[in-house]
């Protein structure tokens, strides 16, 4: 039973608008209430626009210096790699933001093996949140035409990971492999925001809001915050094959 709230707005531009306010807005109460905003970021093409936002209209709106940025997964490619998600967001945004280099976690994948590499990612969360399970105060999903999300991907053992924070999973997708979140993290966050852009991924999006998906063939529909929020920021195209009440 899909239990969140959906967005639809006209394209990709307008929908990365009105999530990067809603981002500035969660920093804001974080930073108030905690002192820190605590930010886990997705790979892929869509958050390429809100990247561009933030850095292009948020300089001032968010205090910086109090974020604290993971990453939700990782292609495990040299941090120089076009394809690593860290290369994404720092040449779109970080590199020309005044968040302080001490307050960026990108995952390691320069250890000897991906397995190795995510223990050592996990050991990095734990130092930081230091409770049984991390609350990310916002966590950056997209959705995948196949309904994976993060690099969650349909069938893998990592679906049903309860103890680990972060695992080594297999792609089917250039480059295969990589690190992942796993769900009881995402599903411990205060807010989860799926960005999902473009006809190619309406059918994805229709089975997890609207039917009811197997978790494991559906690893999107498995993301059910645990006390959390999720809201769908999506673009009519995304939403073209939603039943009319929710379109
Ligand atoms: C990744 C992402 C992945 C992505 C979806 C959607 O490492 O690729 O974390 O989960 O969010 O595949 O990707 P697009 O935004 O490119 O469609």
């Not at 981002?23 to 930010?39: H, K, P």
């Not at 930081?128 to 053992?157: K, M, N, Q, Y």
């Not at 080594?168 to 960005?195: G, K, M, S």
């Amino acid at each position: 039973m899909f239990r969140g709230e959906l967005r639809v707005y006209p394209d990709l531009e307008s929908l990365s608008q009105a999530a990067a306010e809603s981002l500035a807005e969660i920093a804001a109460a974080a930073i108030t209430e905690r002192s820190w905003f605590s930010l886990g970021l997705s790979g892929g093409e869509t958050p390429r626009a809100l990247f561009r936002r933030l850095r292009q209209e948020y300089q001032k709106r968010i205090p910086w210096l109090r974020v604290e940025i993971f990453w939700v997964d990782e292609r495990y490619v040299s941090h120089q790699d076009p394809r690593s998600n860290y290369a994404l967001a720092k040449n779109q945004w970080i590199a020309n933001s005044p968040i302080p280099r001490e307050n960026v976690h990108p995952a390691p994948t320069e250890v000897a093996t991906p397995a190795e590499a995510a223990q050592q990612y996990e050991r990095v969360l734990r130092a930081h949140f230091l409770r049984e399970w991390p609350r990310f105060d916002l966590v950056l999903l997209g959705l995948g035409a196949d309904c994976h999300t993060a690099s969650l991907f349909p069938h893998s053992p990592a679906l049903t990971e309860e103890k680990q924070w972060v695992v080594a999973t297999e792609a089917p997708a250039e480059p295969p492999q990589r690190l992942t979140l796993t769900l009881p993290v995402i599903n411990h966050a205060c807010n989860v925001h799926f960005l999902v852009s473009g006809e190619r991924k309406a059918e994805a999006l229709r089975r997890v809001l609207e039917d009811e998906p197997d978790a494991m063939a559906c690893p999107a529909s498995a993301v059910t915050p645990v006390e959390g929020r999720a809201v769908w920021w999506v673009d009519e195209a995304a939403a073209s094959k939603l039943s009319r009440e929710r379109g």
